[in-house]
């Protein structure tokens, strides 16, 4: 157990639809990551939080949106879903984003699957 | 843009044995750091081993090494008395010095054959 909680464990809804994905990272850490698992794209880096404020973006749709919260949990938003957004999408979190390095912990992830 | 390439789809070990999974990669930078996770069928992702750039040592973790090759940019991992546990979809990634994404390669799947 890395200490990351993800929910919900699995979730399934219709194209065209929104759905919210939580993370609550390990106590004490600030920066928040989400990644996106999938057959076609592998596993990639989508977004990153530090201490609330967004700190670095991959290749993340502009149809996805994250946020962090005073908290620290962060939520990750996906609308107009497609068939495509099919994946497994991954929270971490580590202590800091300052240079250096800090180990990511990575949550159990959450299963979407869009019909 | 940094790139990190395995090879090996997948790849098959006898119990007890050892195995080396592939990966090269492809940055500019001078200040980086290495990883291979692993994946079990639990999904939940395992930082086996990490290797830090400026180190020339190669690091190691009980039966995991790896052989770093800085001007090669190849970083193998190699696993040694393979166990039945060891059986797991293999990553290796990079991250910069300068933030904190990690790229990943498209996995390398392992056997454990007992």
């Known amino acids: 157990d890395s200490g990351v909680t993800q929910t919900p464990k699995h979730l399934i809804t219709a194209t065209g639809q929104r759905v919210t994905l939580r993370c609550s990272p390990r106590?004490?850490?600030?920066?928040v990551y989400w990644y996106q698992q999938s057959l076609d794209q592998g596993l990639q880096f989508l977004i990153q939080?530090?201490?609330?404020?967004?700190?670095a973006k991959g290749n993340i749709l502009e149809r996805f949106s994250a946020q962090q919260f005073p908290d620290l949990h962060s939520e990750l938003n996906l609308s107009s879903l497609e068939l495509g957004d099919s994946a497994l999408y991954f929270c971490?979190?580590?202590?800091?984003?300052?240079?250096?390095?800090?180990?990511?912990?990575f949550g159990p992830g959450t299963r979407l699957t869009v019909t | 843009a940094q790139t990190v390439t395995q090879s090996q789809p997948e790849m098959s070990v006898q119990e007890a044995e050892t195995v080396t999974l592939s990966c090269t990669y492809d940055?500019?930078?001078?200040?980086?750091?290495l990883f291979w996770y692993k994946q079990p069928p639990s999904r939940q992702m395992i930082l086996v081993i990490r290797?830090?750039?400026?180190?020339?040592q190669n690091a190691t973790e009980n039966r995991f090494s790896v052989n770093f090759q800085k001007a090669a940019k190849s970083f193998s991992l190699k696993i040694s008395d393979s166990q039945l546990g060891d059986a797991a979809m293999y990553f290796c990634?990079?991250?910069?010095?300068?933030?904190?994404?990690?790229?990943f390669g498209k996995g390398t799947r392992l056997h454990i054959l007992p």
């Open positions: 971490a979190s580590s202590v800091s984003s300052d240079r250096g390095y800090y180990e990511q912990y």
């Open positions: 106590s004490g850490d600030l920066s």
């Open positions: 939080y530090y201490n609330g404020e967004e700190r």
């Open positions: 940055t500019s930078e001078s200040d980086y750091y």
């Open positions: 290797q830090e750039a400026y180190k020339q």
């Open positions: 990634a990079y991250r910069t010095g300068r933030d904190d994404k990690i790229i």
